[in-house]
């Protein structure tokens, strides 16, 4: 049945019709809550270890810098090779490593320049999974109207994890240690796995002579940035990633040392990030058509910038719980949007490089980030940094603004095209 024919509730959650992706969206689920509950045990063994600002940037950046070298080479490959198989492989690497990371936490040998190799291993993992398992999307699909509700879908299980991960962790790091989050962290991945080999997915046509790797690269690049609606869009992603997103590194400095709170504290402040971002997940869900999604990332930017704004004037736990909705509601509309937006205007063909390139600009800039707002933090102090953040975060959603009619014209045909009204 047409989407435009389904009743709210039924339209909301639509792309769940199809068997291979309520696979998905069950073992994905699961693993998602093991894997939130693992930053944020993470992000405080580091700060509880150091007690240094700086060392919580740098092990951001070690753990995301893989990203900004790897994923367009990732990206060629979900174009060439088999996405199943890859996505088996990739989940199966990540799994061991947490595992390793648990061992060596409950065992007492655990160190700062440890969690820094552990997390440039898991970078490298990540680098390959994020490409490969955004354009897998589409291959679970049998309808491809439904890709924007499956988009929007799995950013809400992204920040529904969100939500319960940082609680459940904050709980396990106060009477179990930050070991126990690793170890459930790496019991998840078996959901994920065994949802993969469960899924009947028909094979991809694959060309037997393609280019080779490093001309489909560059194939890839000039397309990506010579079309103008794409690279506006992944250059607003990249701003807010480097100069927004690292807020997260910060957290643990907020929660103990601004609000004068514990683990609870930092766990209940990402949740509330969480809450704000499945709201703006669901809202996108809801959505009929990816029409209009222009000024939806424009104002989505904007609101990100200044929940970070306000959130780094707050003194009070309860004021910042709510700005922290804020933030995650603007933050994930302005992602999800963006991904929706650049999956469906992309050609088939190019869609797993556009989407490398996505994943350089969303998480391969944040290590940048990190390491930025760790220096600026020992230099201008926490609250500041997240001010000068949420400021270029809310100009870059302006600038954007400004120069949607353009885009408007240049994106209309491909619309038309699509039958996208």
């Not at 704004?309 to 933030?327: D, E, K, N």
Request: charge should be positive; glycine fraction near 10%; hydrophobic fraction near 55%.
């Amino acid at each position: 049945m047409p989407s435009d024919k389904l009743n709210g509730v039924t339209r909301t959650f639509r792309a769940l019709r199809h068997r291979n992706y309520r696979l998905f969206f069950l073992g994905q689920g699961i693993s998602l809550v093991g894997t939130w509950m693992q930053l944020i045990a993470l992000n405080w063994l580091v700060y509880r270890l150091s007690n240094s600002v700086f060392l919580l940037g740098v092990v951001g950046f070690a753990s995301r810098i893989p990203t900004f070298l790897l994923a367009p080479f990732a990206g060629v490959l979900a174009d060439r090779w088999n996405r199943h198989r890859l996505l088996i492989l990739i989940q199966s690497l990540a799994m061991a490593q947490a595992f390793v990371l648990s061992f060596l936490v409950l065992s007492g040998t655990i160190t700062v320049w440890l969690i820094i190799v552990l997390g440039l291993f898991l970078g490298c993992v990540n680098s390959f999974d994020i490409p490969v398992r955004q354009t897998f999307v589409l291959d679970m699909l049998e309808n491809k109207e439904d890709l924007g509700n499956a988009i929007a879908l799995n950013s809400s299980l992204v920040n529904g994890a969100r939500l319960l991960g940082p609680s459940v962790a904050g709980i396990l790091i106060a009477t179990m240690g930050e070991g126990m989050c690793f170890f459930i962290n790496g019991l998840s991945y078996i959901a994920v796995i065994a949802a993969l080999f469960a899924m009947r997915i028909v094979p991809r046509q694959l060309a037997k002579d393609q280019p080779n790797l490093v001309q489909n690269l560059k194939e890839g690049f000039s397309y990506t940035f010579g079309f103008t609606p794409i690279r506006d869009i992944l250059l607003l992603l990249a701003l807010v990633s480097l100069m927004g997103m690292p807020y997260v590194t910060l957290m643990p400095v907020f929660a103990r040392d601004i609000l004068h709170g514990d683990s609870h504290t930092f766990g209940f402040l990402m949740g509330a990030t969480g809450i704000g971002a499945l709201i703006g997940a669901m809202y996108l869900a809801a959505r009929k058509t990816v029409a209009g999604l222009g000024p939806v990332i424009a104002i989505a930017a904007g609101v990100f910038g200044t929940g970070l704004v306000a959130f780094s004037f707050s003194r009070l736990p309860w004021l910042s719980l709510i700005l922290m909705v804020l933030t995650g509601f603007g933050m994930m509309v302005q992602m999800a949007a963006s991904n929706t937006f650049l999956q469906t205007v992309a050609d088939d063909e190019k869609r797993g490089r556009v989407m490398s390139f996505y994943t350089v600009a969303f998480m391969g800039m944040t290590p940048f980030g990190s390491l930025l707002s760790g220096w600026l933090a020992s230099w201008l102090g926490v609250q500041n940094t997240v001010f000068l953040s949420g400021m270029f975060c809310a100009i870059g959603g302006l600038i954007f603004a400004v120069r949607l009619p353009g885009l408007h014209e240049k994106v209309r045909p491909i619309y038309e095209e699509k039958g996208i009204g």
